[in-house]
């Protein structure tokens, strides 16, 4: 072939996505994944929303390599012996929930889509650059060898090299990302699904905050997979060099809590993986296309995260989505100038991607309290034990309690603060 119509770099949910939709519409495409296979670097939390997936691929998890599907969500404030948890529990479990999925295996799957509808999946080749023509990008290079193409869809990860040289976005910075560590750790089904009062297909998504993390921004997570745990924590990265911690002693260190252990107990790790995570949403979105290319994905740093909700597989697909329909129409309109691209920004905004990032655009700075991760979780966990517990003294009621509690911890003033902060942020 002379020419591809366009170049997916990266064979993620984002490129994936792309190539699909591309193929399916008869474009020539061609996807390079740096990996010996989609899905080899298997960092992902495990929570995957799937309206888009729905859209794509109707009943996609009827055939789809899915874990579990999400009836249980639990938000839990550590200390370092204490917990106290916001449990929510559904017997309706279904498709809006979001389902559990191990990457290694949901990618491959995705690629193989993405090759029957017609797309080429080249592994264990790196794009490293450009090629140009007229000042516009016609291609990469790999290596020595030059792949043309009318159009390049940048979806290769937070790391983008290729981003920063085509000039759609600088390189982000410690505050813009958050490091992941996770680790697979192997149970029997039964032994998860009774620690987890989980019943056949169901799933839970446990998400924690406070001591897991030493008080840095950031927070743990456990995921249910069949026979396995997907268990981690993400920690701001600028707080991780202040600090002179390891994201790897954290991740020790959340194991180790009570509550954790009686999770893992007698578990065997099989995996270990490390990832950024773009999060400050709006303030490092790119320049969304240029002449002959077009970024999406976490490369494009589209990413929600509000402290509840770290979301980002989802916003991947729509933006693949989004960026093949504009480089479907740029083809029958032979233009892939600037101006044409812009069709995709466009769809962005008509969509939840941009829309959900600005109703949430000062969660990322709101997050960046101390309070949240060191004095609330300690201050509930108080008032909790102080509720709970009978010494013989009589109790006070329940706001006698809250100050006392508060008392050389944190000021009125300070809580109503953090409080109209969080309804501006969340």
Request: with cysteine.
């Amino acid at each position: 072939m002379d020419k591809f119509d366009a170049i997916v770099v990266g064979a993620g949910p984002a490129g994936c996505a792309a190539a699909y939709t591309m193929a399916r519409e008869g474009l020539q495409v061609l996807v390079l994944e740096r990996g010996k296979y989609p899905g080899a670097k298997n960092m992902w939390g495990g929570a995957f929303f799937g309206p888009v997936m729905e859209e794509i691929f109707p009943d996609f998890w009827k055939e789809a390599p899915v874990e579990r599907s999400v009836s249980r969500h639990t938000i839990s404030m550590l200390t370092e012996h204490e917990s106290l948890s916001f449990d929510f529990r559904s017997d309706r479990a279904h498709k809006n929930h979001g389902f559990i999925v191990l990457r290694a295996k949901f990618d491959q799957w995705l690629a193989k889509k993405a090759e029957q509808a017609g797309a080429i999946i080249a592994t264990s080749l790196e794009a490293d650059d450009f090629l140009y023509e007229g000042g516009a990008v016609a291609g990469v290079k790999v290596g020595g060898e030059s792949f043309p193409a009318s159009v390049v869809i940048l979806a290769d990860g937070a790391n983008s090299l290729l981003a920063a040289k085509a000039g759609l976005r600088k390189e982000f910075g410690p505050h813009d990302v958050k490091q992941g560590v996770k680790e697979v750790i192997q149970l029997p089904r039964e032994v998860i699904e009774d620690r987890f009062q989980l019943q056949g297909d169901e799933g839970a998504a446990l998400e924690f905050i406070g001591s897991c993390t030493r008080g840095l921004p950031g927070g743990g997570f456990v995921y249910t997979n069949k026979d396995s745990l997907s268990v981690g924590v993400v920690v701001q990265l600028a707080a991780v060099g202040e600090q002179k911690v390891k994201a790897s002693d954290l991740l020790e260190d959340f194991k180790n809590h009570p509550l954790i252990q009686r999770y893992i107990s007698k578990g065997k790790t099989v995996e270990y993986s490390a990832h950024l995570i773009p999060v400050t949403g709006v303030k490092i979105l790119p320049t969304f296309a240029k002449d002959g290319i077009l970024i999406t994905g976490d490369a494009a740093g589209l990413v929600l995260g509000t402290g509840l909700i770290l979301e980002g597989a989802n916003f991947a697909m729509a933006s693949g989505v989004a960026a093949a329909q504009t480089v479907i129409k740029a083809k029958k309109d032979e233009d892939f100038t600037t101006k044409a691209l812009a069709h995709y920004e466009g769809l962005l905004k008509s969509r939840f991607v941009l829309k959900e990032l600005n109703t949430f655009k000062r969660a990322p700075e709101f997050l960046e309290n101390e309070r949240i991760y060191n004095t609330y979780p300690e201050l509930l966990c108080s008032v909790a034990m102080k509720m709970f517990e009978n010494d013989g003294i009589p109790r006070e009621g329940s706001f006698k309690t809250l100050m006392g509690s508060m008392k050389g911890k944190i000021t009125i003033w300070q809580l109503m603060k953090d409080a109209w902060k969080a309804k501006e942020s969340l």
